[in-house]
C-alpha cells in the first residue's frame, strides 16, 4: 500500500491554547481512519489543518509525498483533498444534479461533465434524485449529496466531518455501509462522535484528547485501550 497522507508532529496554537499537540499520523491508500475524543479534543483543528484551512504552528503535512504544509485551501483541493462540512449546505433551489455540476471545477478536463455528474450520482446513489431539488432531500440523503460535491474534485483523500449528525439509527448504518463502499475511490478520515457503530467501518483510528493522540490502531484495540474506555467510551464499555 502507498501512502496518501502523512502528518508530522503537527501542533496548532491559537494564542494561549494548544489546540493540536504534536499529533503525528500516516494514511495508505484506500484506508478508512477513523478520528474519535470528545468535544474540544482537537479533531476539526486537525481537519482544517490537513485541509488547508489553518497552517500548523508547526509540523509538516504531506499529500501524496508531497509537502503541502504551506500550501491553501484550494490548492490542497486540486492537488485532491476533498472534504465534506458538519452541516450541509446544498444549494437548495437548483437541482441534485445542478449541485454536482457546481462542485466539478471549470476545465477540469475530464470528458463531458453532465456525464460525470451523472456517474457520481450513481455512485452515492441518488441517481433516482438527479432532477429533484435539492431542498426536497431527507438529511441522510443530503449527506450523500454532500460527498458527491466532494467526489466532484476526483479526491485522493476525502476528510468527512461528523457525516452521521443527526440521522437515525437506520439511516446511520446505511450511511456507514456506503462510506465503507467509497474506499474505492478515496481514501477517507471520519471524524464522528459516534464510536461504537463508526469503529466498524473503519481499518484504523486514532482517538485524541485535549489535543494530544491517547490511542490508535485497530478498531479492537481502540475498543480495548483503558484510557479510550475511561475518556470516552466510558468505564461500561463492551
Ligand atoms: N479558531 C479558533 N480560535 C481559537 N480557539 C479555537 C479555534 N478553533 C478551535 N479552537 C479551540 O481549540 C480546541 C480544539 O477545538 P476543536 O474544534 O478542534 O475540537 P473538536 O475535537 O473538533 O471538538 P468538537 O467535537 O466539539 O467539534 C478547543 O479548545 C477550541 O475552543
Do not use: W
Amino acid at each position: 500500500m502507498s501512502g496518501i497522507l502523512t502528518v508530522v508532529d503537527a501542533h496548532k496554537r491559537f494564542g494561549g491554547i494548544h489546540a493540536v499537540r504534536g499529533v503525528s499520523l500516516a494514511l495508505n491508500s484506500g484506508e478508512l481512519l477513523g478520528l474519535f475524543g470528545p468535544n474540544g479534543a482537537g479533531k476539526t483543528t486537525l481537519f482544517n489543518m490537513i485541509a488547508g484551512l489553518y497552517p500548523p504552528t508547526s509540523g509538516r503535512i504531506e499529500l501524496a509525498s508531497r509537502d503541502v504544509t504551506r500550501e491553501p485551501a484550494f490548492r490542497r483541493a486540486r492537488a485532491g483533498i476533498g472534504r465534506t462540512f458538519q452541516v450541509c449546505r446544498p444549494f437548495r433551489g437548483l437541482t441534485v444534479a445542478e449541485n454536482v455540476l457546481a462542485a466539478i471545477p471549470p476545465g477540469s478536463g475530464v470528458g463531458d461533465d453532465r456525464a460525470r455528474a451523472r456517474e457520481i450520482l450513481d455512485a452515492v446513489g441518488l441517481l433516482p434524485k438527479a432532477e429533484d431539488a435539492a431542498g426536497s432531500l431527507t438529511l441522510g440523503m443530503l449527506k450523500r449529496l454532500e460527498v458527491a460535491r466532494a467526489l466532484a474534485l476526483e479526491p485522493k483523500l476525502l476528510l468527512l466531518d461528523e457525516p452521521l449528525a443527526g440521522l437515525t439509527a437506520s439511516e446511520t448504518s446505511d450511511l456507514l455501509g456506503f462510506i465503507q463502499g467509497l474506499k474505492a475511490r478515496a481514501s477517507i478520515i471520519l471524524v464522528d462522535h459516534n464510536v461504537r457503530q463508526s469503529l466498524g467501518v473503519c481499518d484504523r483510528a486514532i482517538v485524541m484528547d485535549a489535543g494530544a493522540v491517547i490511542a490508535s490502531g485497530s478498531p479492537d484495540t481502540i475498543r480495548r485501550d483503558p484510557g479510550v474506555r475511561r475518556a470516552y467510551l466510558g468505564e461500561s464499555a463492551a
